[in-house]
């Protein structure tokens, strides 16, 4: 088990640095770059950001040459590539995110000031998700077929084939527009600080009530059918009919036999559910409720150019997310000690 670990582990280091590499690279030939959106923000606020006809942008020409190489050095492209993204790797391997080019922080902050908001939907999500669609499933699974089953079925992939974005939007025009039962934006409101303990947690809840409903409508689909397929395997095999001709009841049959074995694949991914929750951002949720998250931070670096952000996170979110496919790899041992990586 140690050297499995231990080869995962060191797997991991290369994998690393391929992504950063293959993204550093392809941002090389990015058209407008940091410099070029600097001086195109430059040369909007010189002619007035009102007036958009008071300016034209025209790229680097009639630019002081001795003022761009100084704005080049300020972002550090006064340097070769190769020389560039060997400082990065010597950052990244301190775990030095770097500053952003334009916000004038620390990604590592950013992140940190962003999570609230990612961390309220993820949860949010995940455990209702889990705690909806995993007894939802093993209903299924015990009465397959069933007018139940049928019905369910339906309703649950209905809900998957619906976009998150396309029913926030009908949220937000029904119960939020039209009927006005609950907010438009924020995931609190404008006197929350001045609201009791309880009045903060409803003022919460009804903040967050829309946003959860999209995303969380569409995840019940995968969680519930994939535990209703589990347990109908397990159902079939002969140590069920064994149990059954023991005289054991349903009951017994189902959650002391069955249950264990039926959500191997569920708890193995666990691991990977849970901290997703935290890290995983809802660009399009985040944008049309104007909750201001990692998903729209990612989006607007993106857009921005702000580079330092864009791999920062990439390197940050990489590195989670191996880190916890080795856990939920792990997990298989722990759940089913038939499994043996030797």
Not at 39 to 52: K, N, Q
Not at 113 to 125: C, N, Q, R, Y
Not at 204 to 233: D, Q, R
């Amino acid at each position: 088990m140690a050297n499995y670990i231990l080869k995962r582990l060191l797997l991991m280091i290369p994998t690393l640095f391929g992504v950063l590499l293959v993204t550093f690279a392809v941002i090389q030939f990015v058209p407008g770059g940091p410099v070029q959106q600097y001086l195109a923000e430059s040369t909007a606020i010189v002619g007035g950001a009102s007036d958009s006809s008071a300016f034209t942008y025209r790229g680097e020409k009639g630019i002081d040459p001795k003022r761009l190489n100084e704005i080049k050095a300020l972002y550090g492209f006064d340097k070769p590539a190769p020389e560039r993204f060997w400082l990065m790797l010597k950052q990244f391997a301190q775990f030095d995110l770097g500053n952003s080019f334009f916000q004038n922080k620390p990604v590592s902050q950013l992140v940190i000031e962003k999570l609230p908001v990612s961390i309220s939907l993820g949860l949010w999500t995940f455990f209702l998700s889990y705690l909806v669609a995993v007894p939802l499933g093993v209903a299924k699974a015990v009465r397959a077929g069933s007018r139940f089953d049928l019905t369910t079925t339906i309703l649950v992939l209905v809900g998957y084939a619906i976009p998150g974005f396309v029913l926030g939007i009908f949220l937000l025009v029904v119960f939020g527009g039209q009927l006005q039962w609950f907010p438009l934006r924020g995931l609190t409101s404008s006197n929350w600080a001045e609201l009791s303990l309880l009045g903060k947690v409803v003022d919460y809840l009804w903040h967050i009530a829309m946003p959860i409903t999209a995303m969380v409508l569409g995840s019940f689909a995968v969680t519930a059918m994939l535990t209703k397929n589990s347990f109908l395997e397990e159902i079939r095999k002969q140590y069920v009919l064994t149990a059954r001709a023991k005289g054991l009841s349903e009951q017994k049959v189902l959650y002391k036999h069955i249950f264990r074995n039926a959500l191997i694949p569920l708890v193995t991914g666990f691991p990977a559910a849970f901290i997703g929750a935290f890290f995983t951002g809802a660009l399009l949720i985040e944008t049309l409720f104007s909750l201001d998250g990692l998903g729209l931070l990612s989006y607007e670096s993106v857009i921005r150019r702000d580079y330092p952000v864009v791999l920062g996170t990439l390197y940050l979110f990489t590195l989670i997310g191996l880190v916890t496919k080795l856990i939920s790899d792990l997990c298989y041992v722990w759940v089913d000690p038939r499994v043996k990586f030797d």
